[in-house]
């Protein structure tokens, strides 16, 4: 098991890079603890693979060095660095049956019998393989050649890292469920530092204990779930988790209040006090599950439009315009009904400002 520092890490794809837009990846300097479940989360092109192929071995960075327990592993081959891939696509030996695919990396590291046997009967029963390891995996669907791949990542104890690239692609939606909540399992069980690359939050914020998102080559925050929705640090965060995404106003302050077109809205003394320091300009943030939408005034709430009213069954969107901003409120199933007419609560504990898309908190 190992630590991992990315010690100021970058990487163009050029053989002569010019500036930063030749870059994949900007600059990463990062230090991932031994045993957490990371998530690698940000739209494609980001630089995810990237990252993960420098940890992994299988490139070399153009800037900067990959540490493992504090030793320089940067120019070392994948084979030497003691990590399991798992890859977006079945990488496996289609004339082999399951049992002797799962057993490969054991048998290659040089694993007695017995403990090849039982490692792979253990892995095949986490991945509900058990019944097809005679079979040949040629024979096999695309969903279970992937489960294989992802038992060959699984099957060794000893490894540093196991580091997943998009890895459930091809797997339909219920086993997608059923094998992200096996992975999650199987993390909790071997402790082993796990490294989970996909675009897809929901993916994300169910698997990790932190999740990395990346966006444009670059790490813009580090956080549990749970951080992310509340204090993005950036604007893309805040569009890119949470659905629908936060809503953005742009604002200016008069004393306690942020003023949208004329309107103003009240904020906390620690959030409005945030605002007078800063420079550049100036955003509201709040998150559709905490914008309140209410038929009729209530105390503190500003007039908005409805324009439309989306049933999600459980929930519902109501989009909003306030003074030709849109909004969007997500709301429990009710009994209101909603006319053109409606009041929105900001609760002040909910508000967040940004200055040139970056939250302003306290330092
Ligand atoms: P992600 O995995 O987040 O989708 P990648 O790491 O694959 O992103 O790609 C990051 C950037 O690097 C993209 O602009 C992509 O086009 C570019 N890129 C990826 N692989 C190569 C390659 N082998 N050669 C040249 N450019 C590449
Ligand atoms: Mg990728």
Redesign the pocket.
């Known amino acids: 098991m190992a630590k991992i520092t990315l010690d100021n890490i970058a990487h163009s794809?050029l053989s002569t890079p010019k500036d930063e837009s030749d870059y994949?990846l900007r600059l990463i300097d990062n230090i991932w603890d031994d045993g957490g479940a990371y998530a690698l989360l940000?739209?494609?092109?980001?630089?995810?693979?990237?990252?993960?192929?420098i940890i992994s071995g299988l490139l070399v960075p153009s800037k900067g060095r990959v540490l493992f327990d504090g030793k320089d592993v940067t120019n070392l081959p994948p084979e030497k660095r003691n990590i399991a891939q798992v890859f977006q696509f079945p990488v496996l030996y289609d004339t082999m049956t399951v049992f002797n695919n799962l057993a490969f990396p054991l048998k290659n590291r040089g694993f007695n019998k017995e403990d090849i046997n039982k490692r792979v009967l253990e892995v095949a029963q986490i991945l509900d393989l058990t019944d097809s390891l005679n079979k040949k995996a040629a024979r096999l669907s695309a969903d279970a050649k992937q489960k294989i791949s992802l038992g060959r990542g699984l099957v060794r104890e000893d490894v540093a890292a196991i580091l997943f690239?998009e890895p459930l692609t091809v797997i339909d939606p219920h086993l997608k469920w059923q094998l992200r909540g096996k992975l999650k399992e199987v993390h909790e069980q071997l402790k082993l530092t796990f490294i989970y690359?996909t675009?897809d939050q929901v993916e994300a914020l169910t698997f990790a204990d932190q999740v990395i998102v990346?966006y444009e080559?670059a790490i813009v925050q580090i956080g549990t779930p749970q951080e992310l929705f509340e204090n993005p640090s950036h604007k893309f965060v805040g569009y890119f988790i949470g659905s629908p995404g936060m809503n953005f106003l742009p604002c200016k302050l008069n004393g306690n209040k942020a003023m949208i077109n004329g309107i103003g809205i009240e904020l906390d003394d620690k959030t409005a006090d945030l605002g007078h320091k800063s420079h550049g300009n100036l955003e509201l943030g709040i998150r559709p599950l905490y914008l309140e939408v209410h038929p009729q005034e209530v105390e503190n709430s500003v007039p908005a439009l409805v324009k439309s009213i989306e049933d999600q069954g459980t929930y519902k969107i109501i989009t909003a315009s306030l003074s030709g901003n849109i909004l969007r409120a997500r709301l429990p199933e009710g009994k209101e009904t909603f006319s053109e007419n409606a009041w929105l609560r900001f609760p002040k504990s909910w508000i967040r400002l940004f200055a040139n898309d970056k939250l302003l908190t306290r330092p």
Do not use: F
């Open positions: 794809y994949a940000g739209p494609s092109g980001c630089g995810k693979t990237t990252l993960l192929n690239d690359v675009h990346m080559g």
